[in-house]
């Protein structure tokens, strides 16, 4: 197999088949994947993307489009750049990870350390793997116009992004100003998505705390929550007694905090004094006044962490689980506090105080779900659950009660934003930010929330813009269809996003060049590049060159090529070729891309689009699939059980890949990776290649087509061939390998015991030539393969999808063969239940009275539905029934009962006793006894009870 594949890679390349050129005659297609980030090779769940994608190109092609599907590599941002620090550093791990890399691609041990040594440059990093890349998807058959790629670290690349923030900023979507954003302490800068370890599966967003001040001793303790509305339930202060603390004077006020919590609010609040540094114990036993006047004991609590928030936690047990267990804990075992000297009898009085109504809940909520869920530790871990079930029903179901005060009445919903508003406009309280998930970046820094001066971000909170994106989502091609709702919820929470950072790799800010585009802010339009990279190289046009006109008049149609020609020195014919080319190929038509996309990449992809572009080259179809996992789980280095994509180009084989990938799961669904489903796969694609491969040298027999069974094989493949076509424009892509690949292949192996290994293959050559058409998308090598043993010139992947032939579909045809398919099955199931092996099966062909029923019924049944009454009143006109008016009454409510059992049309008793004849021998084969074919007419004088059974297409069997 992988012989095949590399000699029709080598051909495709040296006929330059998938350079795609404007054509005005042809209706154009352009497809684009996200291009990868070069910080590494890739593995198999960044395979399934691209595969997909891949067989959207090829199969468009196949439809007649004029196909353009181009790739180019992403090294913006920091990752690379932290690896290259790593690297220059001596960080072992990253130099043995580095190392194996490498040496995935290269032989030479002294060439591997070369290569690593050059990696303290991080352009270096970049461009070997961008190869590497290049050269793992063509070795797994993608169809990509190489002529176009390029990376983002390129100054052609870098001018074409200045170009884009100039368009933002003239539509006033560019700010600048004081931003909380996720901050990485070990780079000294704001981190993304992509800088962030798997934040592209598991987003860090900003969590806005709200910091409560406590009086205590000279200052105040800043307790942290969610959900400030609990204020009015406090009974207690949680410290977390190994935990290390400060004392800090902010503004003229004092307060304490964690030392975690320290290094976050210096980060957030400036002039931040720093007076003295304790213990968690010596809080312990004392006491605080909350902002209601309440006279509070801190006690200890192991659940309280020291690097959330502020490392204070207030409890309010009524309602947080995590309290009422601690708390319960501490009233169940008194000896915890007598390391701190606490009287046992100070907690024993403190009771959780019900402040929110819930309906259905009589007591304490947080009480009733730990009791629920068997909950007796504070470090339980179905402690998340229960806080999680409490916090959901009190949200949408929860009314604070009287003891709330003027917030009596109020909504949990509403309440939390109003009693926060109260707090902080009483100075009783402050904001606090801290990140979703505990994170680090790519190179291990840990990331916080932090307040940057200065910070460029681009408004994406502008209505105009919010309301034109919601306008053109409802109009876009969003599939799977339910995740469209989620694009329109990213819409509405997005706001400010900082777009820039001090450090890494990528382009700088024009017009404030100490910054630098981060990395996903500057590939959101960069498909329109891909349109005209080509030309830019091929009549070596410098950066200098691609001024902010130039991109005007390519992209916008502003200005006048023969002015611009002399002004920039570029030839007015290259100009318009270039703005013709833009305009013949933009809007990209479908982008397919991982469901983790959406709520960053995909909805600036959308939204840029719009701010820059005229309505006519916004994006027109999103498609999505789901992540990749192994054997039920997630892949991760650290496991060990990462799939890269150089494994499967030299250790399996592309198109058992691209099969693979594409069947194993449907797009919405996530994909697990399964090495017995991958062998079982394997032997199907091997059993397909000998079966095609083989066919290829045969004739199609000359009486073929005259019997039954030929008639079905052509009518089960044009029928699927019709509904594969369906199944590919919805993107049902699994549905469709199914339907072509393995019910075909089960097909045709019940075609040749049918009609032996001769015909078998004679039959197969009758549909081979557009069978393989139709499964070139997937399997393109082994197709090409198969193309050129049939003698066809060109190649497979510029051929036209087959078309239906119409006359080829038999449905009488189709039915009786299914019928003996069907009578093998009955035969095979009720022999499980015998205790010794028949020698003899007597088939049983209903009489012709039932299909005159059965004639009549189809009639009512189109006219009036299934109507017994009906039914029986025509009965007793006819007088043919009048002698048997039981038994066909006894037919006719036993279809009723199962309409399954009512064939599509009427098969005279002379045609299916004709195809059960013909299947004798293969009936006999296949069940090992005798067959016999009675009409139940004269079976019921031979007294079988199973005559009476029979129904047209479904034979009574009596087995001796």
């Known amino acids: 197999m992988r012989k095949i594949e590399r000699k029709w890679q080598r051909e495709w390349e040296k006929e330059k088949i998938f350079e795609a050129e404007p054509d005005p005659s042809r209706p154009k297609f352009f497809i684009t994947v996200p291009y990868p980030y070069t910080s590494g090779p890739l593995h198999i769940g960044h395979g399934r993307t691209y595969t997909i994608g891949d067989i959207i190109a090829r199969y468009k092609r196949l439809k007649g489009y004029n196909v353009l599907f181009p790739m180019a590599f992403h090294i913006t941002g920091t990752p690379i750049a932290s690896i290259s620090d790593r690297i220059a550093r001596g960080d072992q791990k990253a130099v043995e990870m580095y190392r194996y890399y490498v040496s995935l691609y290269v032989r030479d041990p002294s060439e591997v350390e070369k290569i690593l040594e050059s990696f303290k440059d991080p352009i270096n990093v970049a461009t070997f793997f961008a190869e590497r890349i290049h050269l793992d998807f063509k070795e797994l058959g993608y169809s990509i116009d190489w002529r176009r790629k390029f990376h983002t670290g390129e100054s052609i690349y870098n001018k074409f992004v200045e170009w884009q923030y100039y368009k933002l900023k003239e539509r006033g979507l560019l700010k600048q100003g004081s931003h909380f954003v996720t901050y990485c302490l070990l780079h000294k800068q704001p981190e993304g998505e992509d800088d962030i370890q798997d934040a592209d ?16 001793d000279d200052g105040y303790i800043l307790a942290s929550t969610l959900r400030p509305e609990t204020i009015f339930g406090a009974t207690n202060m949680w410290v977390n007694p190994n935990g290390t603390y400060v004392k800090i004077r902010y503004k003229g006020e004092v307060y304490y905090m964690s030392k975690d919590a320290l290094v976050k609010f210096e980060h957030q609040y400036d002039s931040v004094e720093v007076l003295a540094e304790m213990n968690g114990k010596e809080f312990i036993g004392k006491w605080v006044i909350d902002p209601l006047g309440k006279k509070l004991i801190i006690l200890p609590a192991d659940f309280v962490d020291t690097d959330v928030a502020t490392g204070f936690v207030y409890s309010e047990p009524s309602d947080a689980p995590y309290d009422y267990v601690a708390l319960m804990e501490l009233k169940k075992y008194p000896e915890k506090l007598s390391p701190y000297n606490v009287p046992p009898e100070v907690v024993q009085k403190i009771e959780p105080i019900k402040i929110i109504n819930v309906p259905g809940i009589m007591g304490h909520h947080a009480e009733r779900v730990v009791k629920e869920l068997g909950i007796e530790s504070q470090l339980d871990k179905k402690l998340e659950e229960a806080t999680k079930i409490v916090y959901k029903e009190q949200y949408y179901n929860g009314v604070l ?21 109260w707090l902080i406009r009483e100075k009783k309280a402050l904001i606090f930010y801290e990140t979703s998930r505990k994170a680090v970046c790519r190179a291990g820094g840990k990331i916080i929330i932090a307040r940057i001066k200065d910070q460029w971000f681009i408004d994406y909170s502008q209505g105009w813009w919010k309301d034109l994106t919601r306008k053109w989502l409802k109009e876009m091609w969003i599939y799977p269809e339910k995740y469209k709702k989620m694009f329109f919820d990213t819409v509405d929470w997005l706001h400010e996003r900082p777009c820039a950072r001090r450090r890494g790799l990528g382009t700088r800010l024009p017009f404030d060049p100490e910054w630098i585009i981060e990395s996903l802010s500057d590939s959101t339009i960069y498909m329109a590049f891909y349109t005209i990279v080509h030309h830019i190289r091929d009549n070596d046009i410098t950066p200098e060159k691609l001024t902010l006109e130039f991109f005007d008049y390519v992209f916008l149609g502003k200005g006048n090529a023969e002015e611009l020609s002399r002004k920039l020195g570029i030839r007015k014919e290259v100009l318009e070729k270039m703005r013709q080319e833009f305009k013949y190929w933009y809007p990209v038509d479908q982008r397919h891309t991982g469901i983790p996309h959406i709520s960053n990449h995909l909805t600036f992809y959308i939204m840029h689009h719009i701010a820059i572009f005229e309505p006519q080259y916004w994006p027109r179809a999103i498609t999505l699939n789901e992540l990749v996992i192994r054997e039920g789980k997630k892949m991760a280095k650290s496991k060990g059980n990462v799939i890269l994509l150089r494994d499967i180009v030299e250790s399996y084989s592309a198109d058992l890949f691209r099969l693979y990938v594409a069947f194993a799961a449907d797009l919405d669904t996530i994909l697990d990776w399964k090495g017995k489903e991958v062998e079982s796969v394997k032997n199907k694609l091997l059993r397909f290649a000998e079966l095609a491969l083989k066919a290829a040298e045969y004739e199609i027999p000359d009486d073929f087509g005259t019997k039954i069974i030929d008639k079905w094989l052509l009518t089960r493949f044009y029928k699927r061939l019709k509904e594969a076509e369906k199944l590919l424009d919805s993107m049902k892509i699994r549905d469709y390998i199914v339907l072509m690949f393995f019910e075909m292949l089960r097909d045709i192996s019940y075609y040749f015991r049918r009609v032996g290994r001769e015909r078998g293959f004679g039959g197969i ?27 066809k010139k060109g190649f497979i992947s510029k051929a036209k999808w087959p078309m239906v032939d119409e006359s080829r579909i038999d449905e009488k045809a189709m039915i009786l063969e299914d019928s003996v398919v069907k009578l093998l099955e009955d035969v095979r199931e009720i022999m499980k239940t015998l205790q010794r092996r028949p020698e003899k099966c007597i088939i049983i062909i209903a009489s012709k009275w039932k299909r005159e029923i059965l004639r009549l019924l189809l009639d009512i049944k189109s006219k009036y539905g299934l109507n017994v009454g009906i039914i029986a009143k025509e009965l007793r006109t006819r007088e043919e029934f009048q002698n048997i008016m039981k038994e066909a009454m006894s037919f006719v409510q036993k279809l009723i009962r199962k309409p399954e059992l009512i064939p599509p049309i009427i098969i005279s008793q002379e045609e299916e006793e004709k195809i059960f004849e013909d299947a004798k021998s293969f009936l006999e084969e296949n069940l090992e006894m005798r067959i016999e074919i009675l009409e139940e007419e004269k079976a019921l004088k031979f007294r079988l009870d199973k005559a009476k059974q029979a129904i047209p297409l479904r034979p009574g069997i009596h087995l001796q």
Request: overall charge negative.
């Open 765 to 791: 050559r009758s549909i081979l030539e557009p069978w393989i058409i139709a499964l070139s998308p997937v399997i393109p090598h082994l197709a090409e393969e198969i193309w050129s043993k049939l003698g």
């Open 201 to 216: 599966v598991n987003p860090v967003d900003i969590v806005e705390f709200v910091a409560i001040k406590f009086q205590y």
């Open 401 to 421: 009660n009287e003891r709330t005060g003027e917030f009596a009445g109020l909504r949990v919903s509403e309440a939390k934003e109003r009693v926060k508003e």
